[in-house]
């Protein structure tokens, strides 16, 4: 089959690959239908996540048609077209049972961290992705999702990971009724988190990047301030006075280990790998909240230490809440936000590339290419 093959750093390509098999009775393989692209595919890509392995297929945002099943697997029946959440879960653990299926114990066996993620790294299960015409989905009675009828698969695959990643991380917000919401960072996350944060009750949302034609979308997919980070003295300052020197409610990271925005932080978390990426957005979330404020996380860091101003989450007793997000928790709530025009995730995708241009498709993402916002990579089977 063909499946996108990490080489090393910037370096994927398009590969023949061995079907995957049932390798438990719980699994089942799916033929991909979509797979997106993800800025966390970009931490990969830049070669900042450990045990990345050559010879990896990413892609953990995908939807397909159920081909085999597993003699255990009760709730999926060949023919079924599913969207696959992200996170790998079993579904019995103790974290598990508590909807944390972001962080199972079982599926990425004794983790202390994050769960298993499908084509995300050995740090996270060491799981091939769906970036391929073929997946293996392990506990599959578990994460795969029956897409509702009428649901555009361009929609499903979005809830997969942008969605409820973007619901969470307003929802960790914990956003009271005319809170003014800052979030940095304006790709699909940054983009959804915006949406998401006036159906909490939000009374201002501002996002805060670099790239124009991303802040231009955001205003208008999200229908929020947005305002260019490049253009001002200090973002900290900005938020400060836009908030008569009180701070913002809430902010959250929609980011991550590739911020751009602070040369030191540039050099020694994206350049020579110091810390766990550079925590300049995180940085200015800190110190542009108000005292007492929220910071929420979704934003991906790996797992060494960062050079953040943890002294002043202490003396302005803020609250830091982050997680991958739970998307079987989330799943019903969003399909039902989808179905009632609520959210309409496939207004992101920008870009349908077949499966077989899939290196282009990490060009075009990571360099910010033709006004790219979300890419979807097409395998031949579904462009019949
Ligand atoms: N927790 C989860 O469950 C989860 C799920 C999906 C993605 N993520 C993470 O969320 C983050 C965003 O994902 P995405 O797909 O939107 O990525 P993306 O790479 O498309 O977008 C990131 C944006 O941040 C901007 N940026 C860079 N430095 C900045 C700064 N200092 N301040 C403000 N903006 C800045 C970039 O210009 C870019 O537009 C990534 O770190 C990704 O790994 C987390
Ligand atoms: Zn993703
Ligand atoms: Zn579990």
Redesign the pocket.
């Known amino acids: 089959m063909l499946a996108m093959n990490y080489r090393g750093p910037k370096r994927v390509r398009i590969d023949q690959k061995p079907m995957p098999e049932i390798e438990h009775p719980q699994d089942a393989i799916v033929r991909v239908t979509r797979s997106c692209i ?3 595919d ?2 990969l890509y830049n070669g900042n996540v450990p045990d990345t392995r050559v010879g990896t297929t990413f892609g953990h945002e995908f939807t397909g048609v159920v081909e085999e099943i597993g003699s255990e697997v009760t709730k999926l029946k060949v023919g079924d077209h599913v969207l696959v959440p ?1 996170n790998i879960a079993c579904g019995q653990c103790a974290f598990c049972k508590q909807e944390l299926y ?1 962080n199972c114990h079982e599926a990425n066996s004794q983790a202390t961290a994050v769960g298993g993620i499908f084509g995300y790294s050995h740090t996270a299960g060491g799981y091939n992705g769906g970036q391929a015409e073929y997946a293996r989905v392990p506990y599959a009675n578990v994460g795969p999702t029956v897409i509702p009828q009428g649901m555009d698969p361009d929609d499903a695959v979005l809830l997969t ?2 969605v409820p ?1 973007g619901y ?1 991380a307003a929802e960790m917000a914990g956003i009271q009724k005319g809170d003014t919401v800052i979030i ?7 983009i959804m988190a915006a949406k998401c944060s006036w159906l909490f009750g939000a009374g201002r949302v501002i996002v ?4 124009d034609y ?1 802040l231009e979308f955001a205003r208008n997919y999200s229908q929020c301030e947005a305002y260019n ?1 490049q253009e001002m003295d200090d ?1 900290v300052v900005f938020v400060k006075k836009t908030t008569d020197w009180m701070g913002a409610d809430v902010c959250i990271d ?9 040369a030191m932080q540039t050099i020694t978390g994206r350049k020579l790998l110091l810390q766990a990426g550079s925590a ?2 995180l940085h ?1 979330a800190i110190n542009s909240v108000k005292k007492g404020g929220i910071v929420s996380i ?3 860091y790996g797992p060494t230490d960062n050079l953040v101003p943890i002294g002043n989450v202490v003396n302005k007793g803020i609250t830091i809440r982050a ?3 739970s998307v079987k928790r989330l799943l019903p709530r969003l399909i039902e936000h989808v179905q009632n025009g609520v959210i309409n995730p496939k207004g992101l995708i920008t870009h349908r590339i077949p499966l077989e241009e899939v290196a282009d498709g990490y060009r075009i ?1 990571s360099d ?1 290419l033709d006004n790219c916002i979300k890419p979807v990579l097409i395998p031949p089977s579904a462009r019949m």
């Open positions: 993800c800025g966390s970009l931490h992200f972001g990971d942008v990643t969470q940095f960072g304006a790709g699909p996350i940054g805060i990047d670099k790239e991303r980070f973002p929609a980011v991550g280990a590739e911020a751009a925005g602070n300049t957005a200015w979704v934003g991906v997680n991958q997000a993402f910010k």
